[in-house]
């Protein structure tokens, strides 16, 4: 253990070890690199924790895998135990498909303020180009090269712009985007003392915006989110999404509109029960 971590970042994985094994590989190559690693693990099989293991092995990075039964998706609650292991001050959520580019970690902590939650966001890469990369892609960072990208047959919108390596484009582009800064959890971080205040995520809530809810709990307990989505760059590697369904959706829009009509600041039905 390294005196004083700076950070903790919290990986939520599921049955998808090849995805996972790239990226670990890229917090490996981070420019910061006292932070430790943990892997919320919602049900995995045995390939997972052969790639967290292999991984550990060879990292001199600290890494703990928070691993539960496969009882369906409960991403709330390994996101809580995994809240709770973690041994820094400040924790960065982040999901096991998001491959980070080299500053990530290092610029999380430099946009950090109390008081303020960093929203993040990430590029989507299509199926094609995810299937093509390699820890070898991950080491040269091509994988967040615009250049790159298209000339592999990535589609060329707006979005590309999430990739800037300008600094001055960055905060601009922050400063001017539309999208609200909300809690997303491919991409954000925040004190641990602010999300233990509202007692992390509700236990109850399934696939689509459970990671939302927690956040508007802390807005009304008084954090600000801070709008970086073209500061931290992470890339989207391509996945189905079969546990998408219209009932968890309904139930977790029941929550959240409990949450916004009660200024809720707090739920019963998280980390302490």
């Known amino acids: 253990m390294?005196?004083?971590?700076?950070?903790?970042?919290?990986?939520?994985?599921?049955?998808?070890?090849?995805?996972l094994e790239l990226v670990l590989h890229s917090y490996d190559l981070q420019t910061e690199s006292n932070f430790e690693l943990i892997i919320a693990d919602d049900g995995s099989d045995e390939r997972t924790k052969a790639v967290v293991d292999e991984f550990s092995k060879k990292s001199s990075i600290d890494v703990i895998h928070i691993w539960q039964e496969d009882e369906?998706?409960?991403?709330?609650?390994i996101l809580n135990k995994a809240i709770s292991a973690s041994n820094s001050e400040y924790l960065i959520f982040t999901d096991g498909d998001c491959i980070a580019r080299a500053d990530f970690v290092a610029t999380h902590l430099k946009l950090k303020q109390t008081n303020y939650a960093l929203s993040g966001g990430y590029?989507?890469?299509?199926?094609?180009?995810?299937?093509?990369?390699?820890?070898?892609?991950?080491?040269?960072q091509k994988c967040f090269d615009k250049q790159w990208l298209l000339v592999k047959g990535q589609p060329k919108t707006f979005k590309l712009n999430k990739l800037t390596n300008s600094k001055v484009k960055a905060n601009l582009l922050n400063t001017l985007t539309p999208t609200k800064a909300t809690f997303d959890g491919m991409n954000v971080s925040c004190f641990k003392s602010d999300i233990l205040a509202v007692n992390g995520f509700d236990e109850r809530m399934k696939y689509g915006g459970e990671d939302r809810e927690v956040g508007e709990r802390m807005m009304n307990n008084g954090v600000r989110f801070k709008q970086v989505r073209y500061s931290t760059i992470c890339v989207h590697l391509y996945h189905e999404r079969p546990y998408k369904n219209e009932d968890a959706?309904?139930?977790?829009?029941?929550?959240?509109?409990?949450?916004?009509?009660?200024?809720?600041?707090?739920t019963k039905f998280g980390i302490k029960r």
């Open 249 to 266: 959706e309904t139930l977790n829009l029941k929550i959240r509109k409990e949450t916004k009509r009660n200024k809720s600041t707090y």
């Open 72 to 77: 369906g998706f409960q991403k709330t609650k």
């Open 2 to 19: 390294q005196s004083q971590l700076k950070a903790s970042v919290i990986i939520s994985t599921y049955n998808q070890p090849k995805w």
């Open 123 to 140: 590029f989507k890469l299509s199926e094609k180009i995810s299937q093509s990369i390699t820890k070898e892609t991950v080491d040269s």
